[in-house]
Nanobody
Framework: QVHLVESEGGLVQAGGSLRLSCAAS????????MGWFRQAAGKERDFVAA????????YYADSVKGRFTISRDNAPNTVYLQMNSLKPEDTSVYYC???????????????WGQGTQVTVSS
């Protein structure tokens, strides 16, 4: 079992930046691919970014490429999502997730955080 807890999101103006973090506990964090997803009101949950177990490789949705950066620190078991040049359409509940396997495959995540709200005002 992997327990994931996201940091508090927040309200930011368009063009601003925000960094989310997700602390993991339970099984060996470094064995897991970590991902970030988001779900806007009334929409399905979408993939945002993922990072390999080693941190050496990342993968992004086209909508955030060049603006968001995912990173991880295997001690102390934390994954980050740095969000720059935020747009109103980035407003969503953001979730971190964990799985074993290929970080380039955006499905089959086994463990999820509770989600954190990010609101971008225009």
């Amino acid at each position: 079992q992997v327990h994931l807890v996201e940091s508090e999101g927040g309200l930011v103006q368009a063009g601003g930046s925000l960094r989310l973090s997700c602390a993991a506990s339970g099984r060996t964090f470094s064995n897991y691919v970590m991902g970030w997803f988001r779900q806007a009101a009334g929409k399905e949950r979408d993939f945002v970014a993922a990072i390999s177990w080693s941190g050496g490789s990342t993968y992004y949705a086209d909508s955030v490429k060049g603006r968001f950066t995912i990173s991880r620190d295997n001690a102390p078991n934390t994954v980050y999502l740095q969000m720059n040049s935020l747009k109103p359409e980035d407003t969503s509940v953001y979730y971190c997730a964990a799985k074993r396997g290929d970080h380039r495959i955006t499905t089959s995540y086994n463990y999820w955080g509770q989600g954190t709200q990010v609101t971008v005002s225009s």
